[in-house]
C-alpha cells in the first residue's frame, strides 16, 4: 500500500512507519522535522496547513495518523487546531484523494472521566468529561474521524495505551531524570493498578489496524500489555532499567491532585520549558485505577502483545547500558 504516517517524528509514528517500510509498504511521512526514515518520502508541516496536507495526501492508499499535540498544559486553543482542526482537515483531504482506509491513533484518556477503569473495553469518547485539554480534544478529534466512516471509506480509532520503550523521551526518561533528582513520589504508596504497552505491542496493534480496517472499521479499540501492574512496581523497573533509585517518598493523591490545580494556575501564567511536575490529570492517572478487556481487540484486530513486560524491561536496560 501507499500509506501515510503522520507524526513520524515521535517515537511511536517513527516505529509505525518503519515496521510498514520493513513490509514493503511505499510510506510518505507528515510531521514538523524531518522523519530521518530511509526509504520514506517526506512531507515537512502542520497538520492543520491545507496545501502541506494536500501534498501528503496525493495518491494514499491509506493514511495513519498519529500527530497531535500531547501534553500536560496549554491552552485549549493550540490543542484545538492541532487535534481537532488538523484531524478534520487530513480526514477530508484523504478522502477526496482517494484513500480506502483511515486509522486514527487516539488514547484512553478520551473515555476516562476520573474515575477507576477496572476491566472495561474501549468506551465511547467523551470530549465534555474527558480530562485535560489534551483527551478532550483527542476525544473530539476521534468522533470526528470514526464520524467519517462510509463504504470506500474504513476509518477505526486505536487507543494504545501509556506507550513506553527504549529511547522514549516523554516517559521513560522523564520518569528516570525526575527520581534520580528526588523529584518524583508515589501518589497513594504507588498502589493504583494500570496497564501500559510496550513499544513494539503498540505498532503491531496499529498496523493491524490498517490491514483490518475494512473488517473491523466504525469502531475504537484499546491496546495494552494486558499485565496491569501497580504504578509504584512500573515506576520502580523504568528507574532500576535507567540505573537510578526508585521513587522512595510518598504523596497523597488527594494532595497531588490539589497541587497539580495549583500549578496549572502558575503554567498558564508562566509556562516553564518542560511539562509541569503535577497537574490534576497526571495526579489522576498516577492514584487512580486503569485496566483493560482486550477481548474485543484480539478478536476484531487479530492482534496478540508479543513482547511482555519483564521482557520490555529488560530491553530498556539493554538500552541504557548501551547509550
Known amino acids: 500500500m501507499k500509506v501515510l504516517v503522520t507524526g513520524a ?27 530521518a526514515l530511509a526509504g520514506a518520502r517526506d512531507v515537512r508541516g502542520a497538520v492543520d496547513d491545507p496545501g502541506v496536507v494536500a501534498e501528503a495526501t496525493r495518491g494514499q492508499d491509506a493514511v495513519v495518523h498519529l500527530a497531535a499535540k500531547v501534553s500536560f498544559a496549554g491552552a485549549l486553543a493550540e490543542f484545538e487546531r492541532t487535534n481537532v482542526d488538523g484531524t478534520r482537515l487530513l480526514v477530508d483531504a484523504a478522502r477526496e484523494a482517494g484513500a480506502r482506509r483511515f486509522v486514527f491513533v487516539s488514547s484512553p484518556s478520551v473515555a476516562h472521566t476520573g474515575t477507576s477503569i477496572v476491566g472495561e473495553a474501549a468506551g465511547v469518547a467523551q470530549p465534555a468529561r474527558a480530562r485535560g485539554n489534551y483527551a478532550r480534544t483527542k476525544a473530539a478529534a476521534e468522533l470526528l474521524a470514526l464520524g467519517a466512516d462510509a463504504l470506500g471509506f474504513a476509518v477505526l480509532a486505536v487507543r494504545p495505551h501509556i506507550v513506553w520503550g527504549p529511547g522514549d523521551t516523554q516517559l521513560v526518561q522523564r520518569v528516570v531524570e525526575r527520581s534520580a533528582a528526588g523529584r518524583l513520589p508515589n501518589l497513594d504508596a504507588g498502589a493504583a493498578l494500570i496497564d501500559t504497552t510496550y513499544i513494539d505491542n503498540a505498532v503491531s496493534a496499529i498496523v493491524a489496524g490498517l490491514d483490518r480496517a475494512e473488517q473491523a472499521h466504525g469502531e475504537a479499540f484499546v491496546v495494552t500489555n494486558g499485565e496491569p501492574r501497580p504504578v509504584a512496581e512500573l515506576l520502580a523497573a523504568m528507574c532500576h ?43 489522576e492517572q498516577l492514584s487512580t485505577a486503569h485496566w483493560f478487556d482486550l477481548r474485543r481487540t484480539r478478536e476484531a484486530l487479530g492482534w496478540e502483545p508479543t513482547v511482555s513486560l519483564d521482557e520490555g524491561f529488560t530491553r530498556l536496560a539493554d538500552y541504557y547500558r548501551n547509550h
Do not use: I, N, Y
Open 241 to 283: 532499567a535507567g540505573g537510578v533509585p526508585a521513587p522512595r517518598w510518598a504523596v497523597p493523591g488527594a494532595v497531588a491532585r490539589a497541587a497539580g490545580a495549583v500549578v496549572e494556575k502558575v503554567w498558564a501564567v508562566r509556562p516553564g520549558r518542560d511539562e509541569p511536575p503535577m497537574t490534576r490529570f497526571l495526579a
Open 9 to 35: 517524528s515521535g517515537m511511536l509514528g517513527r516505529e509505525v512507519a518503519v515496521a510498514l517500510l520493513a513490509r514493503g509498504d511505499e510510506v510518505t511521512t507528515l510531521q514538523r522535522r524531518p522523519s
